[in-house]
């Protein structure tokens, strides 16, 4: 799990990576030109010349119309040669990724919106392998796996039901901000708990927020090494304060990692700490009953998840279904 300022500075790595190719690929295709066009070279230092001498014009506070139209002659002169060899007009140029920043990753005095994907990419990157599932969308989650069959409990048929659940997930997705409620994604294996939650996480990352995905079992267990074991780079806090400062945190999987005293009262703090601060969560676990989460994870606990807006999951095992189709 990386930090938003390191998901940066990669970022920003990548974007002056670009810079520099396309640069190099520009000094090539120039190497290339005048190689082919021998008057080439002389055309450019033409254009040079004549553009230094019309900027002097002008800070000078002389008469520019001359300049300009020397400036404008040698420039259609460098045009003919490149296209009498089949080149564009902008064939010596670097051919920038971003035509804002021109691969800078800075725009108008801020941090250019080419940064801030490539950001969205490298996060989207690691849910998907930290989750081993793609980040797809609501409209890949079909309802014909949910039976069209009526659920007393539910007082509708199970396909309407989760259509609806499903239709206001994607709203809470679309709608989301810091103030955002927290939700609890219950119900039994393979309902398609995990698939909602990572839906919500690309809708909340392309509206520029940050996600961060965890595995109960995975983080808790790596938490707990660090803290017993050797830690010389502060790797737990940077994890814990990560996970505690995330725009929206997604804890998948609650119900599966080991029980420690190290997990309840980490579980408890990193809870505790995101109500403090009205950071939104998204929880999802196979327990259903409340009696049992209490059992397992302490009234203080429990008493933080009773905040969370509970989504009930119904139905039958989807992976098995699918299983059974191919």
Do not use: W
Request: aromatic content about 6%; hydrophobic content about 40%.
């Amino acid at each position: 799990m990386r930090t938003k300022r390191e998901l940066y500075q990669e970022a920003m790595r990548a974007v002056a990576l670009r810079r520099q190719t396309a640069r190099a690929n520009a000094e090539d295709a120039r190497a290339a030109a005048e190689a082919a066009v021998p008057a080439l070279r002389h055309a450019e230092e033409e254009v040079r010349v004549r553009g230094v001498r019309c900027a002097l014009a002008g800070a000078s506070g002389k008469d520019r119309t001359a300049a300009a139209a020397a400036l404008a002659k040698a420039k259609q002169e460098l045009t003919a040669l490149l296209a009498s060899s089949g080149r564009p007009a902008d064939a010596l140029e670097p051919h920038f990724t971003c035509k804002k920043c021109q691969d800078t990753g800075t725009f108008e005095g801020h941090t250019c919106i080419c940064v801030h994907k490539l950001m969205q990419k490298l996060r989207r990157e690691e849910i998907e392998s930290l989750s081993s599932l793609s980040i797809s969308s609501f409209d890949t989650m079909e309802l014909r796996y949910y039976p069209n069959t009526m659920d007393d409990k539910l007082g509708e048929p199970v396909r309407s039901y989760m259509g609806g659940l499903l239709a206001e997930l994607r709203a809470y997705a679309e709608e989301f901000d810091r103030s955002s409620e927290s939700l609890m994604l219950f119900g039994n294996a393979g309902l398609g708990k995990t698939h909602a939650a990572l839906a919500i996480a690309g809708i909340v990352l392309e509206k520029d927020f940050d996600v961060i995905y965890v595995s109960s079992p995975d983080f808790f267990s790596k938490l707990e090494a660090l803290h017993f074991g050797a830690d010389p780079g502060g790797e737990e806090e940077t994890l814990l304060q990560t996970a505690a400062g995330a725009d929206l945190l997604i804890l998948d999987d609650l119900g599966t990692e080991f029980n420690s005293n190290f997990f309840l009262s980490t579980l408890y703090s990193l809870l505790n700490n995101r109500l403090g601060a009205h950071l939104p969560t998204i929880v999802t676990t196979n327990i259903t009953d409340g009696a049992l989460l209490e059992k397992l994870y302490t009234e203080k606990i429990s008493s933080r998840l009773s905040a969370f807006v509970p989504c009930l999951f119904a139905g039958q095992d989807i992976r098995s279904q699918k299983a059974q189709e191919v």
